[in-house]
């Protein structure tokens, strides 16, 4: 189609710049969302330190009352919609599953933080896998992108958070994993192990991962 060397490096060269202004045009857009995370992320902050103040060391009363009264994922969820969701119709439908991956990728972020700072009974790691999994469900229905593993680390130390005795873990470790893939590495799963109150400091050091 185009015979003369010419016009071949002609339209090389087109090609170049069309991939070039492309580039341009992604990282503007890329800052772009970026600011506008930024804007949006300190109005969950106050749902975020509530966070903060829950107990996970729980009893069944506490754990059943939980059930009933949500302490803090509703609050979150709905501070979330609040600054999200009006977006969305300004937004082509590519963009706001990416502006709502990273408001995702802050929310968990902070959530690590938080829950690697609390200490936990059984019941309490049970409390934080019902907790994630709400979160999962409703970020899922925000967006058309899967959202399930930038939970993963949440969900893997609620696994951890829940077993019955240290040892446990290593069914689920290694050769046991099955399917899943570990995102906490070794010194993470016995810092999580340590936030239970009733496993041993002793059994989480002799624990060979």
Known sequence: VFPAPADREKL???????????NAFKQVLN???????????????????IVATISYELSEAEYAENEINDPWVQS??????????????TMTSNNYDSFVHLVIDFVV????????QKRFSQLGGLQLDRDTRALVSHFSAMTQKTVRDKFARLTQMATILNLEKVSEILD???????PMTWRLTPAEVRRVLSLRVDFKPEAIASLKL
Request: hydrophobic share 45%; proline share 5%.
């Open 12 to 22: 090389k060269s087109c090609l170049s710049e069309l991939g070039e202004m492309s």
């Open 76 to 89: 979150l969820l709905h501070a979330v919609e609040a600054n999200a969701t009006w977006l969305q119709p």
């Open 109 to 116: 972020k902070r959530l690590e933080v938080i829950m690697m």
């Open 172 to 178: 689920f470790w290694g050769e046991n994993s099955g």
């Open 31 to 49: 800052s772009g969302m970026e600011q506008l995370v930024a804007t949006v992320t300190p109005r969950l902050r106050p749902a975020l330190d």
